[in-house]
């Protein structure tokens, strides 16, 4: 599968931004479906993520209750809805797919990855 992440840009502190993460090859709900980011001088860590089965997420801490996936299986498309954001939010965020795995908040568990796309918050 290939994919493609779009929708990043500057945000102010308090906004909204919708990131897109469109696949092709193989349908998105054969995947895990997960987003990552990665700050400058940090490593990437989770965000969140959908199962194939089910749809059921998970989000990291940090953006619990502010950021929400889903997944559009017409439109082949993986979405991160990024409300309420902080200037902490700012990095470089990935879309990535794995086959089925329990540990969905690790890198090195998922096997194919977009290209990344910059979300900058100002406060």
């Known amino acids: 599968v290939q994919l493609q992440a779009s929708g990043g840009g500057l945000a102010q502190a308090g906004g909204s931004l919708r990131l897109s993460c469109a696949a092709s090859?193989?349908?998105?709900?054969?995947?895990?479906m997960g987003w990552f980011r990665q700050a400058p001088g940090k490593e990437r860590e989770f965000v969140a993520a959908?199962?194939?089965?089910?749809?059921?997420?998970y989000y990291a801490d940090s953006v619990k209750g502010r950021f929400t996936i889903s997944r559009d299986n017409a439109k082949n498309t993986v979405y991160l809805q990024m409300n309420s954001l902080r200037p902490e939010d700012t990095a470089v965020y990935y879309c990535?797919?794995?086959?089925?795995?329990?540990?969905?908040?690790?890198?090195?568990?998922?096997?194919?990855w977009g290209q990344g796309t910059l979300v900058t918050v100002s406060s």
């Open positions: 959908m199962i194939r089965s089910g749809g059921n997420t």
């Open positions: 990535a797919a794995a086959l089925p795995t329990f540990v969905i908040q690790a890198p090195n568990e998922y096997d194919y």
């Open positions: 090859g193989r349908t998105v709900s054969s995947y895990v």
